[in-house]
């Protein structure tokens, strides 16, 4: 007995084998390390806001293709100067006064095939030397598809013009027999898109004229005014 004791005492058997101790870590969805809640946040957040800038970059594309939108084409088709004279009124501080009518055909192409146009506010401006000469608020009309629209805005009045530079400017061009006009349209319009109207669009025209300068015996200037392309601001 004392034999198989010792036998045992010598074999060595301790019992089973223990595993070897794991550690566990909470996994969230996403692979987010749940002890980190700010991490989580922010990461879900992250991908949120990318997947709504690509839903969104979806639809414009899809609209784009669809609506196909061109730009509206503003052209001065002829414009005229009847009367441009300066004078000065020494009796009253040699203040600068400028005669002047204007009158002229603008043109405005919308050239899209699924987008109208309601124009609600148009206001005209005439600028010599970089002074207001003229204002002029014209009625507002609805443009349809493919439609080309004509206004004839008219600018006639005597102002007193700011600056000593108008005298030289003025001397200047009319030795060069042309006088340089700036026309700025602005606008208030809304879109139409099948049966839905869009707020909220203030494009501006800027129309840089090179005018002809009137005759003195009022017969028709020597040179002839050139159509005239108009830039297009939309912000």
């Known amino acids: 007995m004392a034999d198989y004791k010792q036998s045992n005492l010598n074999g060595a058997y301790y ?12 996994v969230g969805r996403g692979g987010c390390d749940c002890c980190c809640f700010p991490c989580c ?7 949120f806001i990318f997947s709504i800038i690509i839903t969104l970059g979806i639809i414009v594309l899809i609209l784009w293709l669809i609506l196909r939108p061109n730009e509206i084409k ?27 009518n204007l009158t002229m055909d603008l043109s405005i192409r919308n050239p899209n095939k699924r987008i109208s146009f ?3 506010y148009i206001e005209t401006q005439a600028l010599y030397d970089d002074s207001r000469i ?7 009309f609805y443009q349809g598809k493919k439609n080309t629209t004509v206004l004839h805005p008219e600018f006639s009045s005597r102002t007193a013009v700011l600056g000593d530079s108008v005298v030289t400017t003025y001397k200047r061009e009319k030795g060069e027999g042309f006088f340089y006009v700036n026309v700025k349209v602005y606008t208030r319009m809304r879109l139409k898109v099948w ?38 601001r939309y912000f």
């Open 74 to 100: 503003p052209y001065v088709e002829t414009a005229t100067l009847s009367t441009f004279n300066l004078s000065t009124n020494t009796n009253n501080n040699s203040t600068n006064f400028l005669t002047y």
């Open 15 to 26: 019992g089973p084998a223990i595993p070897p101790s794991r550690t566990h870590r909470s």
């Open 195 to 232: 049966l839905f109207k869009i707020h909220g669009f203030k494009p501006e025209f800027d129309c840089s004229l090179k005018l002809p300068a009137p005759t003195s015996g009022g017969s028709s200037p020597v040179s002839t005014f050139e159509r005239t392309k108009c830039d297009v």
């Open 134 to 140: 003229g204002f002029k608020i014209l009625d507002p």
């Open 41 to 47: 946040l922010i990461t879900t957040l992250l991908k």
């Open 118 to 120: 309601y124009y609600d």
